[in-house]
């Protein structure tokens, strides 16, 4: 065999996410659905993906994945730069050693 001495091709994976991150930074606050998977390990597939793109896209994006039925998932994303306003975000509290159990428990909201 005889061996081809080469650089292997630039990856695209992540030039195909930013365009996506384009486009849904053109509509901030809208969820797009960005994949949908079939079979026995959709929900785990759809997963998978959402934790990429999370990582991949950055804070000021929301990713989740959901199953929308007998084995079939979804991952959908939306730009959200405001994000202090979600209420599903946890909210950053002021802690203090002096706080009784009962302070603490209020202050994280349980």
Do not use: C, H, I
């Amino acid at each position: 065999m005889e061996l081809q001495w080469q650089d292997p091709p630039t990856a695209s994976r992540k030039s195909k996410w930013k365009a996506v991150a384009a486009e849904l930074e053109a509509r901030p606050n809208t969820w797009a659905l960005l994949r949908t998977y079939k079979g026995g390990n959709a929900k785990r597939n759809a997963y998978s993906l959402a934790g990429r793109l999370r990582k991949t896209f950055g804070t000021d994006f929301k990713v989740t994945s959901r199953g929308t039925g007998d084995d079939e998932a979804g991952v959908w994303a939306q730009y959200n730069p405001d994000q202090d306003s979600d209420p599903a975000k946890p909210a950053e509290v002021a802690l203090s050693e002096e706080m009784t159990d009962e302070e603490l428990l209020d202050a994280l909201g349980g």
